[in-house]
Each structure stands twice: as C-alpha cells, then as structure tokens.
C-alpha cells in the first residue's frame, strides 16, 4: 500500500512544478486541438507516458501528468460530447439499450447469467452510469493506505468540474423519508462523505440534467503537452528484455478504425511510463494479450509468455444489485440515484424513477435477447403489467414509476476473468459468482426487507397504489426477464431465493490486477518494470456506494504521486 506520508520535499517539488508547469490557457470540450481520430496518428510516436485508456481514472491521470510531461491518451471509442443519450439524463436507458458495434456501451454478459456493460467512450464507465457521486470512507481510504490530506485535495480537484447538489423532488423525498421511517439513521443532509445514515449524495448531472464525465477533467491538462488518440484499439504492450533483467515495456502497438497499426513509443528516460486504466474488463485482459497472466491460458491463446502471473483475471467482483418495480398514482420526476441509505449491514438503498415506456422495453428485451443467443419465450414481457391490486387500464404506456434498489456492499463473492481469443474488441468471459459468499446473500435478504417497508411505509404512500403490497410489487418482479438466471416458485415466499433469481448489476464489477497480488502499493505491477495499473481493477472492494468518484481521485491521485516521483528523480 502507498505511504500515508509521502516526502515534504517531494510535496514541496510537487507543488512548485505544478504552479510554474499551469498553462497559459486550458482548453474547454471537445479538445478540438489535442483530440483528434486516431487514423491521423503518425506511424510512430514518442511520449514521456503513456495511458491505456481514457475512462474513469485514465482522464484525471492524463490531465494531471500533462502538467509537467508529454502524454499520450488512448481510448477506443469516441468523445461522449453531442451525443444526448450520454449528455441528458433521460437518455440513460436509452444508451444502455444501445446493443450496435459502436455503442458507447459494450454489452456483456457474465456466466452467471447477469446482463452488464462496459463503457466503449472518452470518459468511461462515467458517461454511462446513473451519475451518483459519493466519496468513500475514511477507513476505506486507510486500508489503502493513501494519504488522507491528499486524497481530500484529489476530490476537491475533481468535484470542482464534475460534481453537482441535486435538486431532491418529490418520489426521492418520499424515499429518503420512507428510509427514515423505517430506521435508517440519522439523516446526514446533503454531503459527499460516506456516513452510515440517509444522505444526498452528489450527482454528475447538474441541475438542468447534462451529465459532466471525467472526461471534462481534461479541462484541467495542458493542451500542448497532451495528445488523445480516439477509435484507437491497444492491441498490446511491447517490452524490452535484456539479459537477467526485468522486461521493461517501453511502447504499444494500437490500431486505428480503418485497420492501420501504429507505435507509440516511451521517451529515452528510467521515469517513463506505460499506464494502464482500462477498467475492471480491460486491463487484465490487456496484461493477458501482452503476455503477462497465467500461463495455461496464454497457451491456449499462443501468446507468448512473458510472465507467469496465475493472479491476472482473479477477484472479480460484481456488486449485486436487487430492486423493486414500483408503478406510481402520481407523476414521478425523471431521477437517477440522489438518495441513499447506507445501512449498518452493508447494503445501500437506493431509488431512480421516471415514465416508463413498456415499446421500449419491448425493444430492448429484444436486442438482448439476440445478442444473448436466446429464444424471445424467455424474454416475454407482458403487453400488460398485472399487479394484484392495481386496475391494468391505470398502467398504461407511458407509465409513472420507480425503481428502489438495495446494492450490496463489499462484496465477499469472487469470480475470474479469461480471454475468449486475441481481439482486443472482444469481451473475455466473465465469471462473479454471485452470492457464492453467503454474507453477501444475507447482506442482500436484510437490504430487500428494507426496499419493502420503505415501500410499506407511510411516507411513500403518495406513490403506492393503495390496495398494493411490496410482496405483491416484488412477485411481478419475478415475471420480467432481468436475467438469465433459471426462476424458482419459492422466489415469492423466500428473500434469499429472490435475491439470487433477480440479481442485476449496478455496474460497480472491479477486480483483476488487485493490489498486492498483480500490482504493489504503488501500482506497478509485479515482475515487470515501466507498467502499472491505475484503475478500478485494482480494488479488493468497491468503494463506498459508488466507486467513480474514488476512481477519479485515483487518477489525480497517482499523477500527483507519479509527478512526485518524476521531479525527486530529476534532482537525485
């Protein structure tokens, strides 16, 4: 883990080389001057760092490094900017139903029969999800061992461009007071701060609904020093092998849209850099495509080994996510995530809402169905919702609703990634074992009776039809193809049976390049020099109740600490 107190001298130098290195100007969105397709990329390229792609961490990484060095940013899809499926919140479902080849949103779907995404866009997984903005807490932060006074300033630096109050209307307000209602205290208002309680967190999207990515952290990077090469495919990280000594990488080879390879080579220099942040899926894979993994699988896939490294692609996780349907009498605004209650046994609820269109649902189970390779019988949705209670001519199309989920935390589970094949465009197969863990599956039976006296409460009761129960809600639940997991009768009468039948994602998978197993405290990863891994892949747990804001801190973070390190050397 990283020293929690990093050397003043190296803070002072830091400090200086930031503020002497600030450009004259920064650029606002779209970057039209270092942003650019990456079939204009010379054949060859050289760059003091180079980052493996531009999400989540891979933005603020790029930005901050910019500041005092030349960088190369990478990234395989396109810019999120102009497209209103990302920009407006009401284009949320609407992009992840998006099953086409140049998606921003890369289906997949894990062994365990779990529908997920992976984000294929500048800016990552944040130009995708549903934009809840939370720090983690002060002991996840001392586990990890980062510095807390750093760690505070790297939030600070990325909330100033990206972080939002929300405005709370009425279906979250009868949320947060049905949480209230029934225990989960005490009500910490608004804050960023992970505190056990119900709180409003921080979203993305400002107050007008445009969502703000990490990639508006490239604001922050000096233009003349930065360089984005977008529809650029990494297809692996060359090294450098000399004598006794450690593989060294010093490049990467990446293709363009049109099919043209290119080089991009390090600068002459022992503080130069690959880095590597694309994400949970992508960089395990990429390690395992460059010869670093575990050797039963680089054989299969004759890829040349570089390093044995058996841990590549182990601890994947995946957050489950649990939830209730909940029809509405009254209009709902459109809301994503704002309201949580984090609970004393670790699982968070949570609630989105917004008119439904029951055509589009149609479309989607369809494009799914396709993409999973099944028959449309088992992803029928009814023409018509019936839910005991509720006159079927009141749910018509396009209806009011909500959603009220529990997320369990942690969590326990683990699982293993593989490759499929040597395409980099191709998802590797994905195994999280849900619930395998069975403190993950209690976590979640306590967080879904919670979802249901919070739809039992009298708080909530302007949003529940009268005559419907939450028992009622959650056995139509068990109707809608949420997954491809096999249905059991006792689904209805047992919470654990529930549980495993309705398992979703929430998106929040990490794991793969863990800390301590294929990376050191510092990122680098094990048995090799010049690489390291600055992402969410690297986390043994998902941070607090949603992971991008840490994710983004990560990356202003390690820039930070790598700048540090860089000038130190410089002087030494």
Same mark, same amino acid.
């Given at each position: 883990?990283?020293?929690?107190?990093?050397?003043?001298?190296?803070?002072?130098?830091?400090?200086?080389?930031?503020?002497?290195?600030?450009?004259?100007?920064?650029?606002?969105?779209?970057?039209?001057?270092?942003?650019?397709?990456?079939?204009?990329?010379?054949?060859?390229?050289?760059?003091?760092?180079?980052?493996?792609? #531009? @999400?989540?961490? #891979?933005?603020?990484?790029?930005?901050?490094?910019?500041?005092?060095? !030349?960088?190369?940013?990478?990234?395989?899809?396109?810019?999120?900017?102009? !497209?209103?499926?990302?920009? !407006?919140?009401?284009?949320?479902?609407?992009?992840?139903?998006? %099953?086409?080849?140049?998606?921003?949103?890369?289906?997949?779907?894990?062994?365990?029969?779990?529908?997920?995404?992976?984000? +294929?866009?500048?800016?990552?997984?944040?130009?995708?999800?549903?934009?809840?903005? /939370?720090?983690?807490?002060?002991?996840?932060?001392?586990?990890?061992?980062?510095?807390?006074?750093?760690?505070?300033?790297?939030?600070?630096?990325?909330?100033?461009?990206?972080?939002?109050?929300?405005?709370?209307?009425?279906?979250?307000?009868?949320?947060?007071?049905?949480?209230?209602?029934?225990?989960? +205290?005490?009500?910490?208002?608004? %804050?960023?701060?992970?505190?056990?309680?119900?709180?409003?967190?921080?979203?993305?999207?400002?107050?007008?609904?445009?969502?703000?990515?990490?990639?508006?952290?490239?604001? *922050?990077?000096?233009?003349?020093?930065? /360089?984005?090469?977008?529809?650029?495919?990494?297809?692996?990280?060359?090294?450098?092998?000399? @004598?006794?000594?450690?593989?060294?990488?010093?490049?990467?080879?990446?293709?363009?849209?049109?099919?043209?390879?290119?080089?991009?080579?390090?600068?002459?220099?022992?503080?130069?850099?690959?880095?590597?942040?694309?994400?949970?899926?992508?960089?395990?894979? $990429?390690?395992?495509?460059? #010869?670093?993994?575990?050797? +039963?699988?680089?054989?299969?896939?004759?890829?040349?080994?570089?390093?044995?490294?058996?841990?590549?692609?182990?601890?994947?996780?995946?957050?489950? $996510?649990?939830?209730?349907?909940?029809?509405?009498?009254?209009?709902?605004?459109?809301?994503?995530?704002?309201?949580? =209650?984090?609970?004393?046994?670790?699982?968070?609820?949570?609630?989105?809402? #917004?008119?439904?269109?029951?055509?589009?649902?149609?479309?989607?189970?369809?494009?799914?169905?396709?993409?999973?390779?099944?028959?449309?019988?088992?992803?029928?949705?009814?023409?018509?919702?019936?839910?005991?209670?509720?006159?079927?001519?009141?749910?018509?199309?396009?209806?009011?609703?909500?959603?009220?989920?529990?997320?369990?935390?942690?969590?326990?589970?683990?699982?293993?990634?593989?490759?499929?094949?040597?395409?980099?465009?191709?998802?590797?197969?994905?195994?999280?074992?849900?619930?395998?863990?069975?403190?993950?599956?209690?976590?979640?039976?306590?967080?879904?009776?919670?979802?249901?006296?919070?739809?039992?409460?009298?708080?909530?009761?302007?949003?529940? *039809?009268?005559?419907?129960?939450?028992?009622?809600?959650?056995?139509?639940?068990?109707?809608?193809?949420? !997954?491809?997991?096999?249905?059991?009768?006792?689904?209805?009468?047992?919470?654990?049976?529930?549980?495993?039948?309705?398992?979703?994602?929430?998106?929040?998978?990490?794991?793969?390049?863990?800390?301590?197993?294929?990376?050191?405290?510092?990122?680098?990863?094990?048995?090799?020099?010049?690489?390291?891994?600055?992402?969410? /892949?690297?986390?043994?747990?998902?941070?607090?109740?949603?992971?991008?804001?840490?994710?983004?801190?990560? =990356?202003? *973070?390690?820039?930070?600490?790598?700048?540090?390190?860089?000038?130190?050397?410089?002087?030494?």
């Amino acid at each position: 883990m990283l020293s929690s107190s990093w050397n003043l001298s190296i803070f002072s130098s830091l400090f200086g080389i930031l503020i002497l290195c600030i450009p004259c100007f920064s650029e606002k969105a779209p970057y039209y001057t270092f942003a650019r397709d990456a079939t204009s990329a010379p054949e060859v390229v050289f760059f003091d760092y180079i980052v493996i792609g #531009g @999400g989540t961490s #891979g933005c603020a990484l790029a930005a901050t490094l910019s500041q005092a060095s !030349n960088v190369l940013l990478l990234e395989r899809g396109g810019l999120p900017y102009g !497209n209103p499926n990302i920009t !407006n919140i009401n284009g949320f479902t609407r992009n992840l139903a998006d %099953t086409s080849p140049s998606s921003p949103s890369q289906l997949f779907i894990s062994t365990d029969g779990v529908f997920n995404h992976r984000a +294929r866009v500048l800016g990552g997984g944040s130009a995708i999800n549903a934009g809840f903005f /939370s720090r983690a807490s002060n002991e996840y932060v001392k586990r990890m061992g980062w510095n807390p006074e750093v760690v505070n300033d790297s939030y600070e630096w990325v909330e100033k461009k990206v972080a939002f109050r929300p405005q709370i209307n009425q279906w979250q307000s009868a949320v947060r007071n049905g949480l209230l209602e029934v225990g989960v +205290r005490p009500y910490n208002g608004f %804050t960023y701060e992970h505190l056990d309680g119900t709180k409003v967190g921080g979203s993305i999207f400002d107050q007008q609904g445009h969502r703000h990515t990490a990639a508006d952290l490239l604001e *922050y990077a000096d233009p003349i020093k930065i /360089s984005v090469y977008l529809y650029a495919t990494v297809e692996q990280i060359v090294f450098r092998t000399r @004598g006794g000594r450690k593989p060294r990488a010093y490049g990467v080879r990446f293709q363009d849209s049109e099919g043209n390879s290119h080089l991009a080579f390090l600068n002459r220099g022992s503080k130069n850099e690959v880095l590597l942040s694309a994400g949970a899926l992508g960089s395990p894979q $990429m390690l395992m495509l460059s #010869g670093i993994g575990p050797i +039963r699988q680089l054989n299969a896939h004759e890829i040349n080994v570089l390093v044995d490294q058996p841990m590549v692609g182990m601890g994947m996780s995946d957050n489950p $996510m649990n939830a209730v349907f909940v029809p509405s009498p009254n209009p709902v605004e459109v809301s994503l995530i704002q309201v949580v =209650g984090i609970t004393g046994f670790k699982s968070y609820i949570e609630a989105a809402s #917004g008119p439904l269109e029951l055509d589009w649902m149609h479309r989607m189970a369809h494009d799914f169905a396709r993409v999973a390779n099944q028959t449309m019988d088992s992803f029928k949705i009814p023409s018509v919702i019936t839910i005991p209670g509720i006159n079927p001519h009141l749910l018509h199309s396009p209806m009011q609703a909500g959603l009220i989920l529990e997320k369990v935390a942690g969590p326990y589970s683990t699982g293993f990634l593989e490759l499929t094949s040597k395409d980099p465009n191709e998802n590797p197969v994905v195994t999280f074992n849900y619930f395998k863990d069975a403190r993950d599956l209690q976590r979640c039976v306590h967080g879904m009776r919670t979802v249901a006296e919070v739809i039992d409460s009298t708080s909530f009761s302007n949003f529940r *039809y009268p005559l419907t129960t939450s028992q009622a809600l959650m056995n139509t639940m068990l109707t809608f193809p949420l !997954n491809l997991r096999p249905k059991h009768l006792t689904a209805s009468v047992s919470f654990e049976q529930f549980c495993i039948d309705t398992v979703m994602t929430i998106w929040h998978y990490h794991g793969g390049c863990q800390v301590g197993k294929v990376v050191d405290g510092d990122y680098k990863v094990f048995g090799v020099d010049g690489l390291r891994v600055i992402d969410g /892949s690297t986390f043994i747990e998902s941070p607090g109740t949603n992971p991008q804001a840490t994710v983004m801190m990560l =990356g202003r *973070y390690m820039g930070q600490k790598i700048l540090g390190d860089r000038l130190a050397g410089r002087r030494n």
